[in-house]
């Protein structure tokens, strides 16, 4: 199962809303798709998304529209995730370079499953035997062109039989976690236990958490940002003195900026009003749905890259 592919100038993409249940693909003609694609998020996760903004700008190329006016709309799509501008930036350099947007694209997916890999053996060395890992939302092979990041490590740490076990947080609204990291898990016999969000620090608390591994959509100084309730899974850790470990490859560095001056993305406040399609309160509930927040350096034990662990910005 891919979680995209290319094929005769056309970008599939797995439809990761309609997860675990059914497996779909979505064909994007046009960059144009694509944005909408990323917006609705039946891609996500920043290291996929860098590589469909990259096969966007493909699509764009093989349209003929200009590169730039699609360049800018793309980086629209979402705000905070820093893969989405690297992939748009690369490819209109190498473009300016003399390669085609096509093949800048088709490098940067087979290179993005090289890192991943690199990450998990990085990672894999700061696992221990009989280690339970908990893990927030979803940074496996679904949120990236292939193996992942934060389930990159742990599918690592499995293939080196660590005997290892998993607690995923349900990850609300969306429900990354329960729909796509439990699948992910599950698809390759990885032991794994789904809790609701409220309980992670309960879990810590009795002593069932040895690590806590997750991925990252931006990286800056200061900290990371990354899925809503992040900084509440770390903060209960560094209660507990758990390692809390982000795993990122260097294309989601922003060196130029604070980690504070990310935009964080507002999203529907339909994904919070409903479960399963299903009003849980009143249709006219005010709403604050953020879609990241910013875990600080200071609850970071370490970030986990394609060139090592490195010390939080």
Known sequence: METLYWKNNTLHLLDQTKLPHKIEYVECNTYQDTITAIKTMIVRGA??????????????????????????????????????????????????????????????????????????????TIIDKNDTILTHCNAGALACAGYGTALGV?????????????????????????RLSVFEMQQENIPVRLIVDGAAGHMMQ??????????????????????????????????????????????????????????????NPEEVLKINNEYITKKETKVENPAFDIVESDLITGIITEEGIKKAL
């Open 47 to 124: 290291p996929a998304i860098g590589v469909t903004a990259a096969y966007a700008m493909a699509l764009a190329e093989i349209k003929e529209e200009n590169l730039e006016k699609a360049a800018t709309e793309i980086k629209q799509a979402r705000p905070t995730a820093v893969n989405l501008f690297w992939a748009v930036d690369k490819v209109l350099t190498e473009t300016k370079n003399g390669k085609t947007a096509v093949e800048t694209a088709k490098q940067m997916e087979k290179d993005d499953i090289t890192i991943n890999k690199k990450i998990g053996q990085y990672g894999n």
């Open 154 to 178: 742990i599918r690592a740490a499995h293939e080196d039989n660590k005997n290892i076990n998993v607690i995923c947080d349900e990850t609300r609204p969306v429900l990354q976690g329960a």
């Open 206 to 267: 009795k002593g069932e958490i040895n690590k806590v591994i997750i991925g990252a959509d931006r990286v800056a100084k200061g900290g990371v940002a990354n899925k809503i309730g992040s900084l509440m899974v770390a903060l209960a850790a560094k209660r507990y003195n758990i390692p809390f470990y982000v795993a990122a490859p260097i294309s989601t560095f922003d060196f130029e900026h604070n980690i504070f001056d990310t935009t964080i993305e507002q999203r």
